[in-house]
């Protein structure tokens, strides 16, 4: 944001129009804070000068930072315990419907936000998407300077020597499984919703379990990578852009099946004491021109479709939801919130043999 920007938008707040969503603002008071609670790396420090510092400024609330790896336990507990510390969570979509069945996160207004719920990918009752992010092959260009084309060479060991990573989760390594074995993208859910189509799917992770290092937060791939302890691995798209050209790392990313998704919502936990402060942050980190914003620091896509017509069109290749990307799949939630219990279990018991 420029400083000519900020000045309009500072000007603005007393009137409660920022970043485009008509909230009543009162003047702030002293010790007014938002703790926010994010992934991270790479994505929170976008965020961090994209939206936390310039909301700050817009309004006079202090954001104080947290950082998490998407425990759906933890907020359940603090909700229930009634010791709810967080304000606004970036939360996974993997578990937010079921959260917001239960009552844990809380059911937004979105008249009160002022924005509209039909120009979002993936909005919820409880939740306003984030960013469109990616999980992408991210591999060493110095060990693979061809690099892998299809994600059937993730799968190939033959053609691909050496450790692959993947994150340790059912979600989505299914799903690459099938696609790696010839499944169309369009077939992927239909296939696996039938037990042969899972049978299938874990024989064709079996083929490369040996060689699977499972990491589990987003950090560890590029780290992976840059310790050469494996050859490629999956990782979020954003990382690996991080990776280069903030750390000079020789990798590359593929794109082929990739996936994109509103993988993480901003919600806010049933009980917060600053539920009114939550909605103004909520509503100016979900603008056009806030998501805009954000894709200056990191690749991932704005939520708000009128976001795109504002991304810089030299970054805008690199976003996971830009026109080029057309082999790429989303994640069905609605299957995972219906079959991952039963699926992760088995993933669970297949990892332990």
């Known amino acids: 944001m420029t400083?000519?920007?900020l000045m309009m938008v500072s000007g603005l707040a007393a009137t409660g129009l920022v970043a485009g969503a008509l909230i009543m603002i009162r003047p702030a008071l002293a010790g007014d804070e938002l703790r926010v609670v994010s992934w991270g790396g790479a994505l929170q420090s976008a965020q961090r000068k994209a939206l936390f510092e310039p909301f700050s400024q817009a309004t006079g609330i202090k954001i104080t930072e947290d950082e998490y790896n998407g425990e759906a336990a933890k907020i359940r507990a603090m909700v229930q315990a009634k010791t709810v510390s967080w304000d606004v969570i970036a939360s996974l979509s993997e578990w937010v419907t079921l959260?917001?069945?239960?009552?844990?996160?809380?059911?937004?207004?979105?008249?009160?936000l002022g924005l509209d719920r039909t120009k979002f990918v993936g909005a919820s009752d409880c939740a306003v998407p984030a960013e469109i992010s990616g999980t992408v092959v991210a591999y060493d260009k110095d060990r693979l300077?061809?690099?892998?084309?299809?994600?059937?060479?993730?799968?190939?060991?033959?053609?691909?020597?050496?450790?692959?990573?993947?994150?340790?989760?059912?979600?989505?390594?299914?799903?690459?499984?099938?696609?790696?074995?010839?499944?169309?993208?369009?077939?992927?859910?239909?296939?696996?919703?039938?037990p042969e189509g899972v049978d299938r799917a874990f024989k064709k992770l079996e083929t490369i379990k040996k060689e699977i290092v499972w990491w589990t937060s987003g950090a560890q791939p590029p780290q992976l990578l840059a310790d050469g302890q494996v050859v490629m691995t999956s990782a979020w798209n954003g990382r690996i852009y991080d990776a280069v050209k903030n750390s000079g790392k020789n990798f590359g990313m593929m794109w082929d099946a990739a996936t994109w998704s509103a993988s993480s919502l901003w919600t806010i936990p049933t009980g917060t004491p600053r539920r009114e402060e939550a909605y103004k942050f909520i509503a100016f980190a979900s603008s056009p021109q806030s998501q805009a914003n954000l894709t200056r620091y990191v690749p991932y896509g704005p939520s708000n479709k009128d976001g795109m017509s504002l991304v810089d069109p030299a970054i805008l290749p690199e976003l996971p939801n830009a026109p080029e990307h057309t082999n790429m799949w989303?994640?069905?939630t609605r299957f995972w919130n219906e079959k991952?219990?039963?699926?992760?279990?088995?993933?669970?018991?297949?990892?332990a043999k």
Do not use: H, M
Not at 342 to 351: A, D, S
């Open 3 to 5: 400083r000519k920007s």
């Open 99 to 112: 959260l917001c069945d239960e009552g844990i996160l809380e059911t937004l207004d979105w008249n009160k």
């Open 145 to 194: 300077p061809n690099g892998p084309k299809t994600i059937a060479d993730f799968f190939d060991l033959q053609k691909f020597p050496g450790k692959r990573g993947l994150w340790k989760t059912p979600r989505g390594n299914l799903e690459w499984a099938l696609i790696a074995d010839g499944v169309a993208i369009p077939d992927v859910y239909k296939i696996l919703n039938t």
């Open 330 to 332: 989303s994640v069905d």
């Open 340 to 351: 991952g219990d039963v699926l992760r279990q088995r993933f669970n018991v297949w990892l």
